[in-house]
Nanobody, 124 residues
């Protein structure tokens, strides 16, 4: 099993920046893909960004504003968010997977492990 714990969520003004971190523990050697999803009230969980150890991928809505970075040695993945907008308000979840899929990496069901989430609120 792999445990994921997010941190860094907060209330921030529009235009501001925030850094989210996710620490993995347990059988971390089995996780090759680390990513972030978010879920706003009344909406489905949506893909934000992911890293497969080689390449990063982003949702169009965050491209150019968010940066994901991972460190297998430290078992961490970070999401640096800048130029935040009110529509970025959501609970952000860290996710991990043992296998990489170039087709379905945006789908929540492609990830076996999930954190509990951290709240990000952007005030306008």
């Amino acid at each position: 099993q792999v445990q994921l714990v997010e941190s860094g969520g907060s209330l921030v003004q529009a235009g501001g920046s925030l850094r989210l971190s996710c620490a993995a523990s347990g059988r971390t050697f089995s996780t090759n893909v680390l990513g972030w999803f978010r879920q706003a009230p009344g909406k489905e969980r949506e893909f934000v960004a992911t890293w497969n150890g080689v390449t990063t991928y982003y949702a169009d809505s965050v491209k150019g504003r968010f940066t994901i970075s991972g460190d297998y040695a430290k078992n961490t993945v970070t999401l640096l968010m800048s130029s935040l907008k009110s529509e970025d308000t959501a609970v952000y979840f860290c996710a991990a997977s043992r296998t990489w899929t170039s087709v379905y990496y945006t789908r929540p069901r492609s990830y076996e492990y999930w954190g509990q989430g951290t709240q990000v609120t952007v005030s306008s």
